[in-house]
Each structure stands twice: as structure tokens, then as C-alpha cells.
């Protein structure tokens, strides 16, 4: 917790906020909602209610990214 910096006198962080920090990034990082719950031990619904200020634009945006580079891989593969 100390390594929160400037934050800590800020904000109350907890465990469970560095829970919530690792599930955004996942989300972000275009990381199905499926497959954060399993990770996380939660149900997608829960997932979608608590993040729902996250951009969906961005979610679409690397979601494509992840589809093309799947595309990609598979082409290669079959060359």
C-alpha cells in the first residue's frame, strides 16, 4: 500500500481496490468479460454492473484489435 504514492493520503485503498485495478486493466486490455470472471472467481454480471464507467468505445476498439490479431494468427497457420 505504501507504493500508492500521492494516493494513499487520498484514497482509502484496500485489497479489494487492487482486485477492481486488475479487472479494469483486463477490461481494457480487451480481456472477455467471461474470462475476467472465471479468473476472478465472480459472475459477468457483476462485472458489468461495478464497471460500467468504463468506455465503450475503447472496449470496442480492443476487442477488434484482438479479433484481427486472432485473424492474423490463424491465416498465418494455415499458409
Same mark, same amino acid.
Request: charged share 20%.
Given at each position: 500500500m505504501e +507504493?500508492? *504514492?500521492?494516493y494513499r493520503d487520498t484514497r482509502d485503498i484496500?485489497?479489494? =481496490?487492487l482486485?477492481?485495478?486488475m479487472i479494469t486493466q483486463r477490461? !481494457? *486490455?480487451g480481456l472477455d468479460f467471461?474470462?475476467?470472471?472465471?479468473m476472478c472467481g465472480? =459472475? !459477468? %454480471?457483476q462485472i458489468e454492473r461495478t464497471c460500467y464507467h468504463l468506455n465503450d468505445a475503447i472496449r470496442l476498439t480492443n476487442a +477488434? %484489435?484482438?479479433a484481427t490479431r486472432e485473424l492474423m494468427t490463424r491465416l498465418k497457420r494455415s499458409d
Open positions: +507504493l500508492a *504514492g500521492p484496500v485489497p479489494y =481496490s482486485r477492481h485495478s477490461i !481494457m *486490455g467471461r474470462e475476467i470472471a472465471e465472480t =459472475s !459477468m %454480471g +477488434l %484489435g484482438k
